[in-house]
Each structure stands twice: as C-alpha cells, then as structure tokens.
C-alpha cells in the first residue's frame, strides 16, 4: 500500500471520517507546540491536501475543535491561525508520556479504585465523569466501581482536578485481597478481544511501512503521510490498554508486539516527516 492510499484509508476519501478532528489535534500537537504553538491556515491546509484532504474539509473540522475550545483563533502578521488552547496543551503534554513512554504496570504496583456520587440534577457531571474514566483507561469492576493500575494514581488526580470533578469523587489504592482470579476479573473488567482486535489491525496495517523504511528509508513527504495518520491511530491505544501487568493478560499479548513496531516507526518517520512538516510551515 503506498502512502497516499495509508492516509487516505485513515482519514476517509475527503477528509470526512469522523477521524478528520483527532488527525488536525495530532498535527498541531506535534508541530504547533514547538512553532510558538501556532500553525497558519494556509500551512495547515497544505500539510492536509499532502493527507489526500480537501482544504473545505479542513476548514470545516478547524471550525468545530475551535467551538469545542480545543483551538482559538489567531493572527500572526498579518496571517491567520490556529493555537492550541490551554487546556488542550496539558492534555497533550499529559499525553506524551502515555504515547511514548508506554509504561506497564507490574504486579505489585496496586489498584487504583474510583468511587463516584453525582446527583441526578447534575447528570451532566455524571457523563463527564465517566467519559474522563474510560479516556484513563479505567476498567468497570461494578456500577459506580472504577478500577486501574495504581501507575495512573497522579494523571487521574490531575485529570479530575482540570475537570473540576473532584466533589464528586473519592479515591482509593490497594491490592487486591479475595476473591476470585484476579486474571479472570480483568478480562471482565477491560474488554480484552477488543483490544486484541485493535493491535493486530495496526500490526497488519504497519508492519509493510516498517519492513519498506528498513529496506530504503521513506522520503520526507511519504514519510509525513505515513506518521501522522500512523501516530492518530496509535495515540487511542495506551489508554484504551492502561499498562494492565502481563501477568494477567493472555498468553502472546499483541500489545507488546504492536508497541514495539510503533517504537520502530516513531524513530524511523518522525524526524523525515517533522522536516517536511517544518519545510511548509516556515514558506506558507
């Protein structure tokens, strides 16, 4: 599969997948944050028509992540841009660590268990409660019982004081006591077929670019084509997959494989695909 056909797979013909506003966050969470944390709408749009996406597309998604707060308009010179909100920037920061330092829990790390009362008037805490949860990574160990490894004690504090959830919450850390195999309960807890599922289709989906960057090397532009749909599909799974212990996961877990397939991408397209990245920014 060339490049172009890779990207085009991953953001939909036109840029109207639903991937098209995940796509845009990690271009300028790799490219803006280190350009005074702004990119022009005319270098953005060039770097996306490079992703087979139409510039009305682009415009179109730009305009919903800026009503979401996610982006905030700005002129620099004369030109329009886009910066990164604040509030996005920690997320994207926070971000970082779980991307590329893909930290694993052992054993002996402990439980992390959330505990939540909402009252039925504020059901709308309730729903960002859960939803800030399942981004953690949390499993669902019964209604209202949140369980993680006990690796994600401080980004789950932070994660719900910037949220402004904490009144409703409470906090525990242990290990698990009795009863029942805890390697069993896991498989109930996180929906493991799922995640399987979901590393063999990056595994299949990229072990061809990382075979062809061995061979020859990918030219800057490919490279930029392949990396940044590569890296927005990448950047669900570790919170998908919190670092749950190996020890209790299944035998031949796919996640260790993919991960060390994304190590090798990461260090063979990202400083060709940031070159050229760099090259549109700095001449549009």
């Given amino acids: 599969m060339t490049a172009e056909a890779e990207s085009s797979s991953a953001v939909g013909v036109g840029g109207r997948d639903s991937r098209l506003g995940p796509l845009i966050i990690t271009l300028f969470g790799l490219y803006a944050r280190r350009e005074h944390n702004w990119l022009s709408v ?21 305009s919903r992540l800026k009503r979401r707060g996610v982006l905030r308009g700005e002129r620099h010179g004369g030109a329009a841009g886009y910066a990164v909100a604040d ?37 709308d805490k309730r729903h960002a409660l859960r939803t800030a949860l399942t981004r953690l990574g949390f499993g669902t160990a019964a209604p209202g019982v949140w369980v993680a490894p006990g690796i994600l004690a401080d980004e789950t504090r932070r994660t719900l004081q910037r949220l402004e959830l904490t009144p409703y919450v409470d906090i525990f850390t242990g290990d698990h ?13 996180w929906d493991l077929d799922e995640l399987t599922a979901l590393y063999a289709d990056f595994l299949e989906r990229y072990q ?34 919190p670092g749950l212990p190996l020890t209790l996961l299944p035998a031949g877990w796919k996640g260790d494989t993919a991960g060390a397939l994304f190590e090798q991408l990461d260090k063979a397209l990202r400083e060709p695909a940031r070159a050229h990245a760099l090259a549109v920014v700095h001449t549009s």
């Fill in 87 to 123: 509030a996005t920037l920690e997320v994207l920061e926070e971000g970082d660590i779980r991307i590329f330092e893909r930290n694993r829990a052992a054993a002996d790390d402990g439980w992390l268990v959330v505990v939540f009362s909402v009252p039925e008037s504020e059901r």
């Fill in 42 to 62: 005319a270098s953005l749009i060039r770097l996306m028509a490079d992703l087979g996406v139409e510039g009305q597309a682009v415009r179109s998604a730009v």
């Fill in 208 to 241: 061809p670019v990382s075979e062809r960057a061995a061979a020859g090397g990918i030219a800057p532009q490919e490279a930029f084509a392949v990396y940044l749909p590569m890296l927005t599909e990448w950047r669900r799974l570790p919170y998908r997959d």
């Fill in 177 to 189: 006591f009795a009863f029942g195999d805890l390697r069993a309960k896991v498989s109930e807890w």
